[in-house]
Nanobody
């Protein structure tokens, strides 16, 4: 799978948790850095978290301390563990791969089609 495939989105209550998964091809996953982005209604797509080939994570300030990104090299999968979810986290979440360890959207080569996360009261 050259194009990442996201899953795990859905409806969750405020304060709850959710885990998103992103499956990629073996070559793409082993060579590239992986990132999570999101686009909320009426807003631009923004960086959420990223992880290097060797597992070093980085986060946007808005999710730091609440979200955790990890990768399973054997399963060619990257995860986004989301805790203490609030209404501001409602968005379509996208997984993408990049040959560079950065947070810029333009540096990511392959994008998934997204999985929607809705946080309710």
């Amino acid at each position: 799978q050259v194009q990442p495939v996201e899953s795990g989105g859905g409806l969750v209550q405020a304060g709850g948790s959710l885990r998103l998964s992103c499956a990629a091809s073996g070559r793409t996953f082993s060579i590239n850095h992986m990132g999570w982005f999101r686009q909320a209604p009426g807003k631009e797509r923004e960086f959420v978290a990223r992880i290097t080939r060797v597992g070093t994570p980085a986060y946007a300030d808005s999710v730091k301390g609440r979200f955790t990104i990890s990768r399973d090299n054997a399963g060619n999968t990257v995860y986004l563990h989301m805790n203490s979810l609030g209404h501001e986290d409602t968005a379509v979440y996208y997984c993408a791969s990049s040959t560079s360890p950065c947070s810029l959207l333009t540096q990511y080569n392959y994008w998934g089609q997204g999985t929607e996360v809705t946080v309710s009261s």
